[in-house]
């Protein structure tokens, strides 16, 4: 399904043709003028359609409709293949939603192929045609405009992801007993691990940008990408951190449930060791024998009670003293 189809020229959009026969006929009237065609979810049809109009290669076109491909960029002659994986998290709860967005940037043409509802590129698009210096630089400023919308993206991500591992974080060494963490804990590792399948391969797939040995950027343009290259490394760097302190909180979280679960047996051992005591001489003097001096005695009974009671009193103090209660 074609999103959006804009027809640009110095700077600024002069046409937005409805289907791609109009975007390549646009792309006749005259030099300096380049095609934005974004795509969603494509059928197989429409895909070839616009490989056919472009002249993709039909590697990248079988790349671009199976979407199950890593962060990469690929050079096919004069055009630029370039995967990017997209990134939601809404609110900070649910999954950590995975999207797939397929770049192929020529001399006079961009084409996006966009899977997933997770990233939209129309406000990316919005933004770069309210900039006119930038969008002058051509196919190489849309391509750098998408690239930084969606590591944008992942920074948000990575917010997301930080207050929650700080929330784990403080209600396993909170005072309160120890609850069930490990879930939150697995969880959030699991987004960790999804967030750096799509951000760490970038930045070594963008160093072609980054040092303008890629078709159609040139020595003005690196300077956007080594930005991008730099929010990627940092973000990387950051989600990097964030695994490792998720691995400390649970390896904190585990020994704490050891040292509750420890001080849970001794408390139990304590208060059966007390309860011991009463049921050992009701025992025996439950069982009746005839020569038994206290069944014929009148404070019999009554002493029988306040030696349970003495020596539980005992244990308990001693046992409160020891720390087991």
Not at 15 to 34: E, H, K, Y
Not at 85 to 92: E, V
Not at 284 to 309: D, K, Q, R, S, T
């Amino acid at each position: 399904m074609i999103v959006d189809c804009g027809i640009y020229r110095d700077g600024h959009r002069v046409d937005s043709p409805a289907d791609i026969d109009g975007a390549v006929a646009a792309l006749r009237s005259g030099d300096g003028t380049f095609c934005w065609l974004g795509l969603h979810e494509p059928d197989e049809d429409e895909l070839n359609t616009a490989a056919k109009a472009f002249g993709l290669h039909p590697l990248a076109v079988e790349d671009a409709f199976k979407a199950h491909q890593r962060p990469k960029l690929e050079a096919y002659g004069e055009v630029t293949f370039v995967v990017l994986k997209t990134l939601t998290w809404p609110d900070g709860r649910g999954p950590l939603r995975l999207g797939e967005l397929n770049i192929f940037v020529g001399p006079r043409f961009v084409l996006t192929v966009r899977h997933g509802p997770n990233i939209d590129l129309q406000h990316a698009r919005h933004d770069l045609e309210q900039r006119a210096g930038l969008l002058g630089h051509g196919p190489a400023a849309v391509l750098y405009a998408i690239c930084d919308h969606v590591v944008d993206r992942y920074g948000e991500v990575a917010e997301l992801l930080e207050d929650a591992v700080d929330d784990v974080e403080q209600s396993v060494f909170s005072n309160e007993r120890v609850g069930e963490a490990a879930e939150s804990v697995y969880r959030l590792k699991a987004h960790a691990i999804g967030f750096r399948r799509a951000v760490r391969p970038l930045g070594a797939e963008l160093d072609p940008l980054v040092h303008g040995r890629a078709a159609g950027v040139g020595e003005e343009e690196t300077a956007f990408f080594r930005d991008v290259a730099d929010h990627v490394l940092r973000l990387s760097d950051q989600v990097e951190s964030l695994d490792d302190l998720l691995s400390s909180v649970l390896s904190a979280h585990l020994a704490r449930v050891g040292v509750q679960q420890n001080d849970d047996a001794r408390r139990i051992s304590a208060w059966v060791a007390i309860a011991a005591v009463p049921t050992l001489l009701a025992g025996i003097y439950g069982m009746n024998f005839e020569h038994m001096p206290e069944l014929h005695w009148w404070w019999g009974y009554y002493a029988v009670l306040g030696l349970m009671a003495v020596i539980c009193v005992l244990l308990y103090l001693r046992l409160r003293r020891a720390g087991w209660l």
